[in-house]
T-cell receptor
Framework: ETGVTQTPRHLVMGMTNKKSLKCEQHLGHNAMYWYKQSAKKPLELMFVYNFKEQTENNSVPSRFSPECPNSSHLFLHLHTLQPEDSALYLC?????????????FGSGTQLSVL | AQRVTQPEKLLSVFKGAPVELKCNYS??????LFWYVQYSRQRLQLLLR??SRESIKGFTADLNKGETSFHLKKPFAQEEDSAMYYCALSGSSNTGKLIFGQGTTLQVKP
């Protein structure tokens, strides 16, 4: 599949569970992003990776741990989450470099923390 | 602080009526502004960006630095325009950080 693919589409987890969200892009991009979309709130940037290096951490709690093993894959490892972490988690990718970026988004993972 | 404000959560118009989705921003430097759209059961996608000065699907948006606005306009709305619209701002850094507004749902009635 081309574009940005996120798995799983839906995830329900308890507060003591450990789970991971996966994102994969086949667009040849070198920048990848995690965004959080909560009800009644704007999309919030969580992390940015450029050429596998983390270039932005938007004061995200340590219970969210990103991993970018290569430019095509991005993970978000979750552990001891809180119910307020329930949200839609969106992955995006773009070209790196200067200038404004056109982001390509995945369909998201709808996360519910019980 | 960087901020994007979309004052309307819902905008409902009849088919053929003009549409204006409002967006105001706060940024001390020279911003880059975008409109993203999410149609029902589709992923979020770029609609247009101000540097391109383009018209996409009949929509245009002009950056007004004096009023710090980037309103999205279309002279004649179509039912297929019904979607969630997000205004976004990118600052001068190279990290690709986009700040999004809360979004406006556009509902075009037949």
């Amino acid at each position: 599949e081309t574009g940005v693919t996120q798995t799983p589409r839906h995830l329900v987890m308890g507060m003591t569970n450990k789970k991971s969200l996966k994102c994969e892009q086949h667009l040849g991009h070198n920048a990848m992003y995690w965004y959080k979309q909560s009800a009644k709130k704007p999309l919030e940037l969580m992390f940015v990776y450029n050429f596998k290096e983390q270039t932005e951490n938007n004061s995200v709690p340590s219970r969210f741990s990103p991993e970018c093993p290569n430019s095509s894959h991005l993970f978000l490892h979750l552990h001891t989450l809180q119910p307020e972490d329930s949200a839609l988690y969106l992955c995006a990718s773009s070209h790196s470099g200067t200038g404004p970026k056109k982001l390509f988004f995945g369909s998201g993972t709808q996360l519910s923390v019980l | 602080a960087q901020r994007v404000t979309q004052p309307e959560k819902l905008l409902s118009v009849f088919k053929g009526a003009p549409v204006e989705l409002k967006c105001n921003y706060s940024y001390s430097g020279s911003p880059e502004l975008f409109w993203y759209v999410q149609y029902s059961r589709q992923r979020l996608q770029l609609l247009l960006r101000h540097i391109s000065r383009e018209s996409i699907k009949g929509f245009t948006a002009d950056l007004n630095k004096g009023e710090t606005s980037f309103h999205l306009k279309k002279p004649f709305a179509q039912e297929e325009d019904s979607a969630m619209y997000y205004c976004a701002l990118s600052g001068s850094s190279n990290t690709g950080k986009l700040i999004f507004g809360q979004g406006t749902t556009l509902q075009v009635k037949p």
